[in-house]
């Protein structure tokens, strides 16, 4: 005699139309009286209750309903839509990129929840993926990938689209050498100098060279926070300076708080910046209506804000003129100078730290430790003083 199922089971019945065995239990009832249920199918009874069983456990893990055909490039794309609220254009972009061009390509088709788990993406594919990743891209962009997928994943946990992040269970590998940062000689610095002289990225160069501003906070400079002349009959004076209190990151602020502070300009940067003045508004002139005023103290020849890619463009004629190779340079590599020619003339790494906007010279060393002295030389030195009488006797 067949057994009766039990109240709550739900059914079993064969389905022609799918040609599979479709195990079913209601759960509720719409407001409209509908009923809401949950089902799971299988080539046989067996396998359709086991797959009932799984739906039900996500049910009651709170998961949304049978997302079996959501993919990590359905998860990407909804972060990267919806995921960067606040976030720069240009930040998008850049994540953008990697995502479109590493992970959908990659682990796109790869399903977050397969009930065969054939498909599913797993903590290994992750592995293998980064791995593989690892032997062409530097190792700070194989953590950005690994970011960008955590991050993705986390946004479909949240939302009930799977179970756990697969990204956070694993590890970044080592990844190839990344382009080396490097910093101009005093004699190539000369060079650039010369070479810029007269040119509309003369000022921006020095300005660059001989406070250690970012890239992004000179873009963002206004004349408003620039001062020329200073206050001489103070006690003590106060000396011409730029004040770097604004960048172009997203809400204007600068990097760090740290990184706010006012900078004391060398002879040649007052120099470089009267000139500059002069030049700007000879091109307000010649712009006429077509200029917008922004106050902005490096801008376009109508007076709007210069982007990273104009900068390069004319900061690479200048390195060519200056005997340079274009490629090599990039105008980031201003500020590594500023260090590097600073550290060379003896000033200390607190010193340096403070002038460059670190919160301390924890960064400063790790940032620009190939332009920074040995720390340990003045040591060798004063034991070559001490034991001097020692060296001249052993050398007789």
Known sequence: MTKRRSKGDGSLYWSEARQ??????????????????????????????????????????????????YTVADAVNDWLTYGLPGRSQNTIDKYGYLCRGHIIPDLGARKLRDPNKRHELSAEDVDKWLAEKAKTL?????????????RALDRAMARDKVKRNVAALCGVPKGQEGRPSKSLTFDQARALLNAGDGTPLYAYIVISLVVGARTEELRALTWDHVNLDGR??????????????RSVREHGDTKTKKSRRTLALPVRGVAALRDHQKRQEEERDRAGKAWQETGLVFASRVGTELDAANVRRAFRRVVKAAGLDPKAWTPRELRHSFVSLLSDNGVSLEEIAELCGHAGTRVTEAVYRHQLRPVLLNGA????????????????
Not at 34 to 59: C, F, Q, W
């Open 381 to 396: 030195v004063a034991m070559d003083r001490i034991f001097a009488s020692d060296a001249t006797v052993s050398e007789s």
């Open 232 to 245: 001489p009959d103070d006690d003590p004076p106060v000396p011409p300076s730029i004040e770097v209190w």
């Open 20 to 69: 599979r065995w479709i195990a079913e239990v209601t759960i509720g009832y719409t407001p409209a009286g509908k009923r809401i249920y949950r089902s799971g199918s299988g080539k046989t009874k067996t396998e359709a209750r086991e797959k009932l069983k799984e739906v039900m456990r996500d049910h009651e893990d709170g998961l949304a309903i049978a997302p079996h055909n």
């Open 138 to 150: 530097s190792t700070s962009t194989v953590q950005r990938l690994h970011e960008c997928l955590s």
